[in-house]
């Protein structure tokens, strides 16, 4: 079974940047972070083909976010900058081994298989 580790959150100044970083214990073709707010369903934040480092983003993070991967050690990194309070949640690294190309960039949460523990996010004003 796949291991996801997440790491990086914590709270900070709006305004302010965090990197999150997911180690995993192999090589996988699609990977992104999805977040979970309180009352709020969880949404896919970016994606990544990460044969090719295509990506993707959510409307409302994109110039703010950027999602990118050190491919020979198989981790994957979320840049969040001009953190916002809305940005506040639970961020989890999630993989869908069965996508790669550009149906990883279509694929769709039920896609994503394997999931790590999440990290919390908090932006305060």
Known sequence: QVQLVESGGGSVQAGGSLRLSCAASERLSCMGWFRAAPGKAREAVAQISTFDSTTTH???????????????????????????????????????????????????????????????VTVFS
Do not use: H
């Not at 050190?70 to 506040?88: A, G, I, R, V, Y």
């Not at 081994?97 to 990883?104: A, E, F, K, L, Y």
């Open 58 to 120: 959510l409307d409302s993070v994109k110039g703010r976010f950027t999602i990118s991967q050190d491919f020979s050690k198989n981790t994957l990194f979320l840049q969040m900058n001009s953190l916002k309070p809305e940005d506040t949640a639970m961020y989890y690294c999630a993989a869908a081994r069965s996508r790669s190309g550009w149906q990883c960039l279509l694929a769709r949460e039920a896609d994503f298989t394997d999931w790590g523990q999440g990290t919390q």
